[in-house]
């Protein structure tokens, strides 16, 4: 691999990096916040609006601007166009997996208070992850397919579903 190609992906697994790290700090002070801090509140809230300004809104302006246009090239041509719907899957259904473990440990009768803040989480986070996800199908694959879709396609996908029990 090249210098320059080395240095990109290097670069924008740094950049991962400081935006795990930035998002950790996000919910770490959200979590001081729940529990009361006083004055550094402020302070907590005023270093994570920088944070979103500095670093997350310019690290995604570059990715549209420069990255996702030659990564679709590569996509369309070596890839699997639906490779990040199935990455949501996975996620959302590793998300549910331990949500239920969770549930039925409170269910049990341990409703140690952190277990039921760790389940609360998980709901929040699967919330927004299907969210986003139900968004993109929407405003990208329902609008090709509107479009697109033959009716044979359609009926083909419709019967899939109903074999499945899918309404």
């Not at 670093?55 to 420069?66: C, D, F, Q, S």
């Not at 679709?72 to 998300?95: C, F, K």
């Not at 929040?124 to 609008?143: D, F, G």
Request: charge should be negative; glycine fraction near 8%.
């Amino acid at each position: 691999m090249g210098e320059a190609k080395t240095s990109l992906i290097e670069g924008f697994k740094a950049e991962h990096a400081e935006l795990g790290a930035g998002m950790a700090a996000l919910t770490g002070t959200m979590d001081r916040l729940q529990q009361g801090t006083g004055p550094a509140a402020a302070q907590m809230l005023r270093e994570t609006e920088q944070f979103f300004r500095q670093v997350l809104v310019p690290h995604a302006e570059w990715e549209e601007m420069t990255f996702y246009p030659g990564v679709g090239d590569l996509v369309r041509r070596h890839g699997d166009v639906n490779a990040t719907m199935l990455i949501d899957h996975r996620e959302i259904l590793a998300r549910i997996s331990e949500f239920v473990r969770l549930a039925g440990e409170i269910e049990s009768g341990a409703a140690d208070p952190s277990l039921v803040d760790r389940a609360r989480i998980l709901a929040y986070q699967i919330r927004a992850l299907v969210e986003v996800h139900c968004l993109k199908e929407e405003e990208v694959y329902v609008s090709l397919l509107r479009r697109h879709l033959s009716e044979a396609e359609v009926v083909h996908a419709l019967a899939v579903g109903d074999q499945m029990g899918h309404d």
